[in-house]
């Protein structure tokens, strides 16, 4: 014959999904996303925005991913200190806002950030001493699968659907729903980047990612940098906003 046609695709088998909590429970969680500047100014009025909604609702965890110090706002590059000082002074805004609530806050980094290396996987923030926060702010690397009360929720500031959907050929074009498909590969890949060589022009450091894999068993919840829908078992996956 001259050609193969394929009408079944088997992947390999996803991860087990985590364990659930022992018992129920309500946990209230905001999730939002870089970068917390407008642009062309080094004014963050998105973070104040945030953090003003924290403190109306007090979630039990605020999760922020990076850009603090994006690298595609050209007022970075007037700044009259230097990219970490001004980034510790978010930090330290964030801080004020969560010191006399219940909201713990965990910090990620994103390849965008001026003051970190432009690197995946990231190594976390450099917050310095983290008796200055009280326990009330913690820094994570990125990609990063976390437990909350039992809860399993990876987190990455990659935007994996956008270079998975430059990756996927599917038929009939348009068909079915895009998002939620495109989500089903990370249990099926258990990895927050395209198993195939990445498309994006940022550092990939390979040894580090070959010896730390992402996914050994799917989380409860994933939170990416770009959508909220809900896979099979009881996986799902949103957009901060």
């Known amino acids: 014959g001259a050609r193969i046609q394929v009408t079944k695709l088997h992947t390999d088998l996803a991860p087990a999904l985590a364990t659930p909590p022992a018992q129920d429970q309500v946990l209230s969680m905001l999730v939002s996303s870089g970068p917390y500047t407008l642009q062309q100014t080094d004014k963050y009025k998105p973070l104040e925005d945030v953090l003003k909604r924290i403190q109306e609702t007090q979630p039990h965890v605020a999760i922020f991913i990076g850009p603090f110090v994006d690298c595609k706002n050209s007022a970075m590059d007037q700044l009259s200190e230097s990219y970490h000082m001004y980034f510790e002074k978010m930090v330290k805004t964030i801080y004020?806002?969560?010191?006399?609530?219940?909201?713990q806050v965990l910090l990620f980094p994103s390849q965008r950030d001026l003051h970190e290396n432009p690197v995946y996987p990231q190594p976390a923030y450099n917050i310095g001493d983290p008796d200055r926060w009280e326990g009330k702010i913690q820094s994570m690397p990125d990609p990063s699968?976390?437990?909350?009360n039992g809860i399993s929720i990876g987190v990455t500031s990659s935007d994996i659907l956008f270079h998975l959907g430059k990756e996927e050929i599917s038929f009939p074009?348009?068909?079915?729903?895009?998002?939620?498909?495109?989500?089903s590969y990370l249990l099926?890949?258990?990895?927050?980047?395209?198993?195939?060589?990445p498309t994006w022009t940022r550092t990939w450091t390979w040894s580090?990612?070959?010896?730390?894999?992402?996914?050994?068993?799917?989380?409860?919840?994933?939170?990416?940098?770009?959508?909220?829908s809900t896979l099979s078992g009881s996986f799902l996956t949103l957009q901060p906003s």
């Open 208 to 228: 580090t990612w070959s010896s730390t894999p992402c996914c050994p068993t799917a989380p409860t919840c994933c939170s990416l940098h770009q959508i909220c």
């Open 173 to 183: 074009l348009r068909s079915g729903d895009r998002f939620s498909r495109l989500a």
């Open 96 to 103: 004020e806002a969560v010191e006399t609530i219940q909201t």
């Open 188 to 197: 099926s890949q258990a990895a927050s980047i395209p198993c195939t060589r």
């Open 145 to 148: 699968i976390i437990k909350i």
